[in-house]
């Protein structure tokens, strides 16, 4: 991966200063995004430059001159981008923020499978499903694909889905979904796609709460420390069978409002839950034990 060219930036010496509590979490938030990037080779001076297009862009989407022209100047002003890399940057194609084809099909047919009544159990699991079309139109996994797409084979979905560990056949050869997201065991392009995503979203939620956007956004953590091993290893697995049971339940309510119209057009809701621990540093002190946090 070649570096970008070197940055003209502002030096920290001539930077305004900044609230050195959002300075402590910019680095705590930036450490395993940091850890990623160096897993996967990904230098300094590249994420420089890729910094350097993501401040002009803001600046250009997010920071309008109220009842004035955008110039290059009060663009390079804000950012600390040199002017010539302002005008540079702005005569580049846009990157589209796009979900891959067999990521979309895939997110559509989970959503599917999780929310119509036709695809679940009595107690709204997900159903085992023939893989093929059935004489009398029931479910099927060739019908769940066939809904979605006529261009692509439910033989292929399928095939790929084995691959990535989200979806496994069972003694009598029904295709059973491994999981109620799509979050696939393998496949760097579709987890690389929900890093982006959900990261994006979490992150919009939280600078808008910060920033004072109203109304706020749920955007909710339950903290606790000094907790043993085997304890967290419960809460772990209680918080997946909590979670996943809300997450299949909006799942299923955005599918009635689709089908009703009662969606607006043109937007979109993303809502996540996660689960994190490691051990705790000495003296640690991050949050009220066992509190409720919004950013």
């Known amino acids: 991966m070649p570096p970008l060219p070197d940055d003209h930036s502002q030096t920290p010496a001539e930077t305004p200063a900044v609230n050195p509590v959002l300075v402590r979490a910019l680095r705590h938030v930036l450490r395993p995004l940091v850890r990623l990037l160096l897993a996967r080779g990904v230098t300094y001076p590249y994420l420089a430059g890729l910094l350097k297009g993501i401040y002009v862009q803001v600046a250009v989407d ?88 006529t261009d692509v084979r439910a033989r292929a979905v399928l095939e790929e889905w084995l691959r990535l560990g989200l979806a496994e056949l069972d003694a009598e050869g029904r295709v059973c979904l491994r999981t109620g997201a799509f979050v696939p065991e393998k496949g760097e392009e579709e987890k690389l796609f929900y890093f982006g995503r959900n990261l994006h ?20 953590c339950v903290y606790s420390d000094g907790l043993s091993v085997e304890g967290v290893a419960a809460l772990r697995e209680e918080a997946e069978e909590r979670g996943m049971a809300v997450l299949r339940a909006l799942n299923r309510r955005a599918g009635e409002l689709r089908a009703t119209g009662a969606a607006a057009p043109g937007q979109r809701m ?13 003296g640690a002190d991050e949050g009220a034990d066992g509190g409720d946090e919004r950013a």
């Open 270 to 282: 993303n809502f996540g839950i996660y689960f994190y621990s490691e051990p705790a540093p000495n």
């Open 62 to 149: 997010d920071f309008p001159a109220p009842g004035r022209r955008q110039t290059d100047s009060r663009i390079s002003l804000m950012t600390g981008v040199h002017r010539k890399d302002v005008r540079r940057l702005l005569g580049e194609p846009a990157d589209p923020a796009t979900a891959p084809p067999n990521v979309s099909l895939g997110a559509r047919l989970v959503a599917r499978w999780c929310a119509e009544p036709a695809y679940l159990d009595p107690e709204g699991r997900p159903l085992p499903l023939p893989r093929q079309a059935r004489a009398d139109g029931g479910a099927s996994f060739d019908r769940l694909v066939a809904e979605e797409s």
């Open 201 to 220: 979203d979490h992150l919009a939620a939280a600078s808008h709460n910060v920033l004072g956007g109203q109304p706020p956004f749920l955007e909710r």
